[in-house]
């Protein structure tokens, strides 16, 4: 099943998505938290309405805690930002663990919204192609045997970096986390529906390709993030963990392909659908 957030007028609601037939079907009174906090799915009611009469947003609008981001979970992409072009962005060598960093909740936006250039701030602003695991039932010490069963569904995420904040403050959080730095959507595809391992990842910037990666090509898979995560810290639902992002950021050509205004930033993930956003 497809789930999203969609808002007609100035309402905003949870409802199923037929994204074939460009379709969707409210669920009245109900947002996404409410839903995947429940623990069962709802049914469609009725025909509907065009999906195209309402305005998609990220599928959880109003994440209830900061994200749980990983860095340096796929090998070629730790491989590229070692680079001597590099220079100073140089991240070390594969890890042993995960690293997981946080993102601010607040800079999430959803499917055509744009991705700011905050001038004077940052000029030097990059993608990064993401799976999105969306928690579904929490707890705290959860075994990697055990940790599929606490998975909601999957969408799709792109955790906007500016390098040059990176750099700077000699951490991650500020540099992945001003306003506007999270496209998620279009939706979220629930877990029965789809398997990580089997999924690939393809991100364009105006058309280009620079980045492709299958989700079996991570370090450190979905059951060992969320063993690692829950180790110590109480997942809840609707928690949402960015899995890392494949080769082919802008940071690691030389030289570098940063963001400009204007350009379109697509990332399709097979059996999930297609996020885009413009740089403005």
């Not at 004077?120 to 039932?137: F, M, N, P």
């Not at 639902?237 to 940071?251: L, Q, R, W």
Request: with cysteine; hydrophobic share 40%; net charge negative.
């Amino acid at each position: 099943m497809k789930l999203g957030t969609i808002r007609t007028g100035t309402t905003a609601t949870a409802a199923i998505i037929d994204a074939d037939a460009r379709r969707a079907w409210p669920v009245a009174g109900r947002m996404m938290l409410d839903i995947i906090a429940s623990g069962s799915l709802p049914e469609r009611q009725g025909e509907g309405m065009a999906l195209d009469e309402s305005t998609l947003l990220a599928p959880i609008p109003q994440p209830a805690r900061t994200i749980f981001c990983v860095g340096k979970n796929y090998r070629e992409h730790v491989a590229e930002m070692n680079r001597d072009h590099v220079g100073d962005m140089r991240l070390g060598e594969v890890p042993s663990y995960p690293v997981v960093f946080p993102k601010l909740a607040a800079c999430v936006t959803g499917p055509g919204d744009p991705i700011p250039l905050p001038s004077g701030v940052s000029d030097q602003i990059d993608y990064e192609a993401e799976i999105a695991v969306i928690i579904g039932r929490g707890g705290k010490g959860i075994v990697k045997a055990d940790a599929m069963d606490h998975v909601f569904g999957y969408t799709i995420l792109n955790d906007v970096t500016a390098r040059d904040l990176q750099r700077r403050h000699q951490q991650w959080l500020i540099g992945k986390s001003l306003d506007g730095f999270c496209p998620m959507g279009p939706w979220i595809v629930t877990a029965d529906e789809i398997a990580p391992a089997d999924m690939t990842l393809r991100l364009t910037v105006n058309g280009e390709q620079r980045q492709s990666a299958r989700g079996s090509d991570m370090i450190f898979d979905i059951p060992t993030l969320i063993e690692s995560i829950s180790a110590g810290i109480t997942l809840y639902p609707g928690d949402i963990i960015a899995t890392g992002t494949p080769a082919g950021v802008g940071a690691g050509f030389s030289p570098p392909k940063f963001l400009r205004a204007g350009d379109v930033v697509e990332i399709e993930i097979g059996g999930i659908g297609r996020l885009s956003n413009t740089v403005r």
